[in-house]
């Protein structure tokens, strides 16, 4: 069975580029991007792993960790980190998981036979500080994934786990949210003084305060 949220992200030891990693250790207090990577020395997952290490302002800003993956050894990541850095212009600076054992990709089911049973699908799993599956995405192997989406996906659970709000369609930060509808009239009194607007009972617009 594939992983839902709210599930504990499974713990692993695996290499990679960055010694022998334990997956919660290394997670520590922080938030996680785990993402895969269907084989070295292919164009889009290139132009990837460097917009991942290019967003790494990004990443520390809001308490992320990135870590990749794909199914070659630590000599073939390294010897990709090389064309990476020459042709996209962005050195890694997070690890990529040597996974040529398929251990990690078994465990997090990052290869679907009927795509391709020799490599992985461009998975992707947010994990939360508590080590819970807050996010998946599942990409084909010939699309590219929008990391500034990834970004703003964070970005609405980290506020939506501090305010009782969710965020509606295209949401960016700064913009108006939605107060959950858990809250009674007098709870989101206290809680969002400045006001709402209310297009339906169950649909109650606020701009937060900053």
Known sequence: MSLQLGQT???FEQDSTQGRIRFHEWLGASWGVLFSH????????TTELAEVARLKPEWDRRGVKPIGLSVDDVDAHERWEVDIRET???????????DSDRRVSGLYGM???QTDA???VRS???VDPNKKIRLTLTYPPSAGRNFGEILRAIDSLQLT???????PVNWEPGQPVIISPSLTEEEARNRFPQGWTELRPYLRVVELSK
Do not use: R, W, Y
Request: proline letters at 13%; hydrophobic letters at 40%; charged letters at 15%.
């Open 9 to 11: 992200a499974p713990d």
């Open 38 to 45: 269907p084989k070295n020395f292919t164009p889009v997952c």
């Open 88 to 98: 996209q212009g962005h050195a890694l600076n997070f690890p990529m998981l040597a």
């Open 111 to 113: 290869i679907h036979p």
């Open 118 to 120: 020799t490599v992985t």
């Open 124 to 126: 992707v799993f947010v």
């Open 161 to 167: 786990d501090t305010e009782k709000v969710s965020t």
